[in-house]
């Protein structure tokens, strides 16, 4: 029989808001995190948009000290993690340390770092450069430095799988308490804004604005759309099995029913235009728990602001859901948020688990123009209050990766 997997705690950093309730209170009113980039000049770039975290302070969560030689990525995610074992309500101990563990999704997490490690050694030679700062270049620190600041002694794992890390983390957090191997778990993503990934994105016309004579506009599913605006941040999740939380009198923010993934390799940075491993992820998270597609309430969409991946995940959610997908509302926080790559699949599940205890349905934002191919309910600009019990959340990239999520309201036993 399997364990039944809850969700007790979030910590969040991201471009509109930082910890649970600000998150929460952010996504209802539609408040957008991107703004003119500070980060690096833009003169001679296209793209001058970004969701940038400008007023972050590792000193705030992780005190003053020990933080010189730690990038970014690493103080944005020990941070969200400390937010996240906080709200928890969970002290990690001696005796518990061992049973607990740390799994969080990043793929471009440490290019910065790299970049800035390679620049002097070329400069200056490799004595030049400070040794302490080599750690930072392993796609690893992030996962191991949340383990070192919280002294968690389990097992502490990274994955890197692009749009899906995040969600795949949740997953291998969720089989994890299936086979025993943890009673809690921090899962979660990570990625920081620079200018490596920016000109990485950019150079591959993803961004929106990067193509001649197109301007900035973040909009998924809306007939405008002409590509992605770049975020970063960190999400942490707590991950935990049901009895465990019982026992110990947590606050149960809703239960994990189940995951679906699937495989579909078509063309680099492209998406398979049948979307066939969209539906069958979609289609095998619900089934994980003898769910129907009649049972979902809502879905938190992949929707990116691309005119691709907006048509066909809306073609995939028809394929999958029938008549009933025009019943269904849609939200894309990515119209919030940014896309953040390995990260944003975490503010997804925690933007679900927002709607469900707030009974609300988050907006996607700045929608103005209709397009013919992409004709559901998206809750254009105004959040709706509606009550949920099963929500379906998305995460799908142009690489052959998708992992969905249904989300269940906690009603008690």
Known sequence: MKK????????????????????????????????????????????????????????IYMGPKGLRTLDRSIMLVV???????????????????DDTGVVIGTTLG??????????????EGPRAVNPALFPNTVINSPASQISIWHKIAGFNTTLSTGFCAAMDALQYAYDFIQWDRAHMIYAGG?????????????????????KDGE????????????????????????????????ARGARILAEIVGFGYAFDPFKIHKFN?????MKEAMTASI????????????????????????KIETEAIKDVFG?????????????????????????????????????????????????????????????RAKELKNVLVNCFGPNGNNNCMVLRRYDGD
């Not at 909009?219 to 999400?235: H, Q, S, V, W, Y």
């Not at 089934?287 to 691309?306: M, Q, V």
């Open 273 to 277: 235009p049948r979307g066939t491993g």
């Open 79 to 97: 941070s969200a993690a400390k937010l996240a074992i906080q709200d928890s309500g969970y002290t990690v101990t001696p005796e518990n340390t």
């Open 110 to 123: 440490s290019v910065k770092s790299i970049a800035d490690f390679d620049t002097i050694t070329l400069r």
């Open 215 to 246: 301007g900035f506009v973040n909009c998924p599913f809306d007939k405008r759309r002409n590509g992605i605006t770049l975020g970063e941040g960190a999400c942490v999740i707590a991950v935990e099995e049901y009895e465990h939380a019982k």
């Open 323 to 383: 008549d009933e997908a025009y019943r269904i509302p849609i939200s894309a926080i990515k119209s919030m948020v940014g896309e953040c790559y390995s990260v944003t699949a975490a503010y997804n599940v925690a933007a679900a688990v927002g709607a469900i205890n707030g009974g609300f349905l988050f907006p996607t934002v700045n929608y103005r123009e209709k397009d013919p191919d992409c004709d559901l309910d998206y809750v254009p600009n105004e959040a």
């Open 287 to 310: 089934k994980d728990n003898a769910l129907e597609p009649k049972d979902i309430d809502y879905i938190c969409a992949n929707a990116n602001s691309t005119q691709a991946a907006d």
């Open 4 to 59: 039944r997997v809850v969700i007790t705690g979030i910590g969040i950093i991201c471009g509109n808001a930082k910890g649970r309730e600000d998150y929460w209170q952010a996504i209802r009113e539609g408040r957008v995190g991107y703004r003119p980039i500070t980060f690096f000049d833009t003169a001679s770039y296209p793209v001058k948009m970004a969701c940038e975290i400008t007023d972050f302070d590792a000193k």
């Open 190 to 210: 990570v990625e920081e804004f620079c200018l490596q990934t920016y000109l990485g994105f950019n150079a591959i016309k993803y961004l929106s604005g990067a």
